[in-house]
């Protein structure tokens, strides 16, 4: 297992990031959605990795910076053939380990609150992330859940 700083240039990445957002679209309504495509995690306070086994992508995540003590977890995302194997959760601890290397003391996430983000909440209050008001620029929305993890 192999996880990476990516430049989002490959056509794996921009494949799986497709398949990522076209899934948010699906679940989401169209104003609910806040997953980042290509140009928005091309940006200097977002980081990116992929995770990658025997030469295939699989799952991929990032951290934003959203002030010199917190960041936020954006795009996590898993190819659905890999899914159930712990790469999410692998892909959490890598994030949760770079976090605490800034010097982070808050990690923050946007997720959905539809059933069908049960899993991610799960993975996330695993980690001991807690439901918490809207952070950074977010605003009150029913179709977001929102969580936190002060780091030690």
């Known amino acids: 297992m192999e996880i990476r700083v990516e430049d989002l240039r490959g056509p794996e990445i921009k494949e799986l990031l497709e398949a990522h957002l076209d899934l948010m679209r699906t679940i989401t309504p169209p104003e609910s959605v806040h997953a980042l495509d290509l140009d928005g995690l091309r940006v200097p306070e977002v980081t990116f990795w992929t995770l990658w086994i025997d030469g ?51 990690l923050s996430l946007e997720t959905g609150s539809f059933d ?13 992330f807690q439901m918490t008001e809207p952070f950074g620029n977010y605003e009150f929305d029913p179709n977001s859940a929102y969580m936190t993890l002060e780091l030690a």
Request: aromatic letters at 6%; charged letters at 25%; one cysteine or more.
């Open 56 to 106: 295939e992508l699989l799952s991929c995540g990032a951290l934003k910076q959203i002030s010199p003590s917190h960041g936020e977890i954006k795009s996590m995302h898993t190819a659905a053939l890999a899914r159930g194997r712990g790469l999410g959760r692998r892909m959490v601890e890598h994030i949760l380990n770079e976090a605490r290397l800034r010097s982070y003391t808050r």
């Open 116 to 128: 069908a983000f049960i899993p991610a909440r799960s993975l996330y209050a695993d980690f001991g």
